[in-house]
């Protein structure tokens, strides 16, 4: 699910400029996941090697888990979500017949994985520590790899997307459609491989299995390593 946020426009004629947010918070588990959407800002980090200390939650996120039923190791939650440097850009144009029309186009789009540590929780009553961590970062790595290949999309989309319509709305409207569905894309096909990952694994409890992800997902950040920022 993603969330769009108008941050403003620039000037009533000419040149009109719309920062865009589209968000997604993951709950990515050892047991279970759940999808949910906030845009609220938590203690956000970047991909790279998570630690116990990362999960900070004293219970799990609503709606994830039976309080007090501590089955599962531990709950991730990730957001890809937009830079604040992402812009659309609307301007007027001028009719031979007097008429106003108005065309767009993306100045710049990009998109970044976080966890956010204030909503991961982690099950005091987990023992195998160093296994949890790692199915949690397949999870993290997963999201990474999704919004890498989002920035490589996003390159194609800025390059050749380009609306006309007969009012500014329209416009924004429509560039801001396009950007959701080349989101939703991505996001629909990362959530398949976290419920892939998570049944293929039974859940974090098939060593083998979780070892062969780990090595894929490693191979894919490298090979994405250049879409990272």
């Known amino acids: 699910m993603a969330c769009t946020r108008n941050a403003g426009a620039l000037g009533r004629r000419g040149l ?19 999808e949910q959407s906030s845009a609220g800002s938590g203690d ?7 630690e116990r200390a990362d999960f900070k ?4 996120p609503r709606g994830t888990i039976a309080r007090g039923n501590y089955e599962l190791a531990a709950i991730t939650c990730i957001q890809v979500r937009t830079e604040p440097s992402v812009s659309m850009q609307v301007g007027s144009i001028g009719e031979s017949s007097g008429d106003e029309r108005y065309e767009g186009w993306l100045g710049h789009l990009r998109f970044r994985a976080f966890m956010d540590r204030d909503c991961s929780w982690w099950n005091p009553s987990t023992r195998n520590a160093e296994y949890t961590l790692q199915h949690e970062q397949i999870h993290f790595g997963i999201r990474e790899v999704a919004a890498r290949r989002l920035n490589q999309a996003a390159e194609n989309l800025v390059t050749e997307l380009h609306v006309t319509a007969d009012s500014e709305e329209e416009v924004v409207q429509r560039l801001k459609a396009r950007v959701a569905a080349l989101f939703d894309e991505h996001n629909d096909a990362a ?17 083998e299995r979780q070892r062969q992800w780990w090595l894929l997902i490693e191979r894919e950040l490298r090979e994405t390593e250049s879409w990272r920022d």
Do not use: M, N, Y
């Open 16 to 34: 009109l400029a719309v920062v865009v947010l589209f968000l997604v918070c993951g709950t990515l588990t050892a047991t279970a996941q759940k």
């Open 44 to 50: 956000l980090i970047r991909h790279r090697t998570l």
């Open 57 to 60: 939650a004293e219970e799990p």
């Open 191 to 207: 959530l398949r491989r976290t419920q892939d990952f998570d049944g293929d694994t039974s859940h974090g409890r098939d060593d």
